[in-house]
């Protein structure tokens, strides 16, 4: 019996759905092959863990999070599916214990953006790959070239238009600079460094109460309206309801996102 409650599960699921678009693109970027061993770091429920498995259907597939509730949730799916050469651990990618020279590739789906030290972390990763193993990861490009974000920092920003968005926490856009993930990932031991740009839409959900529920479950949104005086924190949620409104098509409510596909390598000399 799981114990991921409904709520989790909910959240869980909702994620899956947001990325719809951009998982057929790391699919393909991925170029995973029938007798692969594949990592995925980051792998929340593990939707991208179980797709590269079915792919590898020769090979395997692990995906790691440091989400003990996305793990159970991933191993669930995984028996419901019957994907049998899939498996899941809790553990951070960063010091996590991989055996050595595993892997054929490694991907990640915005799961490699919040590292403590990176450099550490990606050599961590490269060592889990053989020679001539590949790094595929989809990361976030910089939040003003992100609608959802900007949408949502505007809608959250006190009457003076100051945002009220707490920083110092885990930045989504870490990764987001090519010239500096190039030099992290050089750092790390990876050659071949290349970046394509997606422009593919996130889904909040079908309609504007569900897309704001799902807001509203953000961990930048729920501590900024916790910040907030009880009419402050009305008049931002009025707000993102607007916001929201104004993306609302026959088909749910989309925002505009920006992404990179990194591609990188561990040389064969390795």
Known sequence: MTNVGHQQRRRLGGYDAELRRHDEVLRRAGGVRPGDHVLDVGCGSGQTT????????????????????????????ARAEDVRNVTFECADAQVHRFPQQRFDVAISRFGTMFFDDAVAAFANIGRALRPSGRLVMMVWQSHERNEWD??????????DGATAVP?????????????????ILAAAGFAGI?????????YY???????????RGFACTSETLKRLDPAAA?????????ALTAHRSDDGVWFDSRAWIVTAAVPSGQ
Request: net charge negative.
């Open 234 to 242: 009305a008049g931002a949620i009025e707000r993102l309801r607007r």
């Open 150 to 159: 900007v949408a949502i920092r505007r809608s959250l920003a006190g009457p």
């Open 205 to 215: 959900g079908p309609d504007v109460a569900a897309a704001l529920d799902w807001v």
């Open 194 to 202: 290349g970046f394509t740009d997606v422009r593919e839409p996130v």
């Open 50 to 77: 179980r797709e590269a498995a079915r792919t590898a259907r020769a090979g395997s597939a692990l995906g790691v999070d440091v989400s003990a509730p996305a793990i159970d949730r991933a191993r669930e799916l």
């Open 167 to 183: 920083g110092g926490g885990p930045d989504p856009f870490s990764l987001a600079d090519p010239a500096e993930v190039t030099e």
